[in-house]
Every structure is written in structure tokens, then in C-alpha cells.
């Protein structure tokens, strides 16, 4: 959703976004096209974008400086970074709540080789840039995240001059791909080796306005289909909506839930989930470090130890939720340990209940309702509000599938 709110700021024209998100994240990336001097209409069903044309600072805020608000969404502000850089004068893209401690270091150093103007409060929000961006070569930092390269990739093809850029320790590389995707179906090109090591991009492209349809978000799902593992249901849990064919890496959660015994059937559009003998698993998370509390969930609610690698990709996010989810399952009764870059979750099944924090990490919350499905006692959520940032009706959802008990 931010994706295609982004290239439909840059089009030409009106674009259509179907199925689209309305969480906190996707919404402050909208209020920032609309500073950018995008039109954006909700009819319900779908977003209308009436794209901007690069165009300096309206005189009436009485000031050099556009300032927006990223809110929480670290992926708004990383890639807005580049973009910004497109429209005349300076921009200011701030921050709100956990995302005025999450590093932003790593966007100055490749704006300012690619001609641009960046500068960050000691490498935190708020970031201020200026353009033009012009193009060219510069290498980029994609260990902590791929947000940033999606930005210069969205933005690189209006540049003056063709692009390339070299990347370091590219993690979660089926975001990049999705970017990629997104960028084609509004009529722009990149292109990239098979080692996600090197990207090429055209000058003089322009997207073109588009209907584009949202895909359906792996990450959030990942919890309805751990659900669908733990939940006593007298049928399969469905969930419609989801590509089986996507880039997402979160996509892997089928494997998890494969492995871990679930019973997984999918067909067309739809996905069905249904209790298995649920045994301890292991899995690889590295690329796909959002499903750690979905697993951690479907873990400890399995027989046995489960190892889950890529504890490192953790320490970046809302919180520390690598500390997060240890701390937290450990009050509701479950054994979670960390050893180096693995975590190891012992189930046993079931596990007390009791009290959590969600330290405002939506995902620590969700994860803590899904396991609720096998806790002997009630589950309490402290600071529960904070799904909307990902999922505003993730409470409604559950509530319609757990059953009449909870």
C-alpha cells in the first residue's frame, strides 16, 4: 500500500488503489503525499490518488521548510527520504512514538552521493533533505533494512542521470522484489543481478497513473493462519485475499506452519488452516524477522523446543522484541530463551496466561491474543491500542474467530 501511494504520487494523473489498507502506517504515507501536493480521495472500496508535479513549496505555509509526519512507520520515512528530494525546497519527515529511536543513519551517506542534501539529528528523526537528486552511482547499507533501497529505487528513474546502485548485505529481499513489482505496474523499470547485489536504473521514466490492486499483507496474516493452527474449530479457518505467488517474505509462514504439523490447504484465492498435532519446528526467520511472534505464539504451543533463527534482525523494530517477546511469553508461562542469533521456545502445549506488555510493538499484542487460543487462564493486554498502527480492526477479527469463549 505505501508502495503504490508512492508511484501514484509520482504518476501523472489519477491511480486507484483497490483493497486498500487503511492501518496508521498506510495512512501517515498518505498524509504525506497529500503534503507533497497529491489529491487523495477514499471511496471505500478503493483510494484515488491524483498524482503531484514536482513543484517547490506552496508560499502559503510562510516557511522554507515542508515538515511531515512519518508517524510511527519506518518504512514511510525511509523511503520518503528520496523521494522528497524530487519536489523543490526542503523537507523535514518526522517522527511519532517508538520511531524517534530507530535509527536512521543509514539514508544520508547515499543521498549525498547521488547529489542530494541530507541531514538527521545524530542519525535519528527527523530527517531533513534537499534535492535535486541527480543520479548516479552510490553504495548502499541494506543489512538493518531494505526500506531505504526501496525509496532510491522508487525515486532513481526521475532523476537526471541513469543510476546504479551497489548494495551491502541486502536483508528481507522479497520486499525489494515487491517494490519492484509495484514500480513496473505503474510503467517504470529496474533492474537488478540474481545476488540483489547490484541495481540499474533508467533516467528520464515517468509513471504513468494506473488501477492497482493491493495485495494482501502477508505479515498480518501470518497471525490468522497460526490461529487457524491453534485454535479448536470444528472446521478449517479460511483466509481469502493472499497471494500464494508473492514476493512477500512472510509468505514463509506456510512453511513454519507446514513443519510445525499444521494442516495447510490452499485453493485459488483461499487459504484453509486446521489443527494438527502441532510439534516443536525450526526455522529460519532471517529474511522474514516479522513473523517472529507469530511463531514464537505457534512455539510455544507446540510439543517440544523449537529454534528459530535471526534473532539479530529483532533489535531495530518497535522495541527490542527480541528482549520483548522473551520477557513478555515468559509471563504468560512459556520458556523462551535467546543464545546468540537463535531463540528457543519450549512448548508444552498449553501455557498459565497472566499479564503482558505490549511496550507499544502492535506485533508483541497480536502475538499474545494468538496465544491466548492456548493459555489455561485469561490473557491481559496492557497498551492493546497499539494494532492500529498495522491493523485497526485486529481485535474485531479475532474476537469473530476464536469462539464464543473469548
Known sequence: MQR??????????????????????????????????????????????????????????????????CGESGLCLRMF?????????????????????????????????????????????????????????AKVDGRESSQLLTGLLIALPLAERDSELEVEGLSSRGYVDLTIDTMRAFGVEAERDAGFSRFRLASAQSYAATEFQVEGDWSGAAFLLVAGAMAARESPLEVVGLDVESSQPDRAILEALRSAGAIVESEGGS??????????????????????????????????????????????????????????FGALGAAVRIEGDDMFVVGRGRIPGGRVDSRGDHRIAMAAAIASLRCAGPVE?????????????????????????R
Request: with cysteine; glycine share 12%; charged share 25%.
Open 4 to 69: 503504490a501511494t508512492a508511484c501514484a504520487l509520482l504518476a501523472r494523473g489519477e491511480s486507484v488503489l483497490r483493497s486498500p489498507s487503511r492501518s496508521a502506517d498506510c495512512l501517515a504515507a498518505l498524509q504525506v503525499a497529500r503534503g507533497f501536493g497529491a489529491g487523495v480521495e477514499d471511496r471505500g472500496d478503493a483510494i484515488a490518488i491524483r498524482g503531484a508535479a514536482r513543484i517547490p513549496v506552496s508560499a502559503e505555509t510562510g516557511q522554507d521548510v515542508r515538515r511531515l509526519s
Open 81 to 137: 527520504s528520496p523521494i522528497a528530494t524530487l519536489f523543490g525546497g526542503d523537507t523535514e519527515l518526522g517522527a511519532e512514538g517508538s520511531l524517534r529511536q530507530r535509527s536512521m543513519g543509514m539514508i544520508a551517506a547515499p543521498l549525498i552521493e547521488l547529489g542530494a542534501e541530507c541531514r538527521s539529528s545524530d542519525g535519528f528523526p527527523p530527517v531533513l533533505v534537499r534535492g535535486p537528486l541527480r543520479g548516479g552511482r
Open 271 to 328: 487459504l484453509r488452516v486446521a489443527q494438527g498435532r502441532l510439534e516443536a519446528f525450526g526455522f529460519d526467520a532471517t529474511d522474514c524477522p516479522d513473523l517472529f511472534p507469530p511463531l514464537v505464539a505457534l512455539a510455544a504451543s507446540c510439543e517440544g523446543e523449537t529454534k528459530i533463527e535471526g534473532v539479530g534482525r529483532l533489535r531495530g523494530k518497535e522495541t527490542d522484541r527480541a528482549a520483548a517477546l522473551s520477557e513478555e
Open 381 to 405: 493486554i496492557a497498551g492493546s491500542e497499539c494494532v492500529a498502527k498495522s491493523w485497526p480492526g485486529f481485535f474485531a477479527d479475532f474476537a469473530a474467530i476464536a469462539g464464543p469463549s
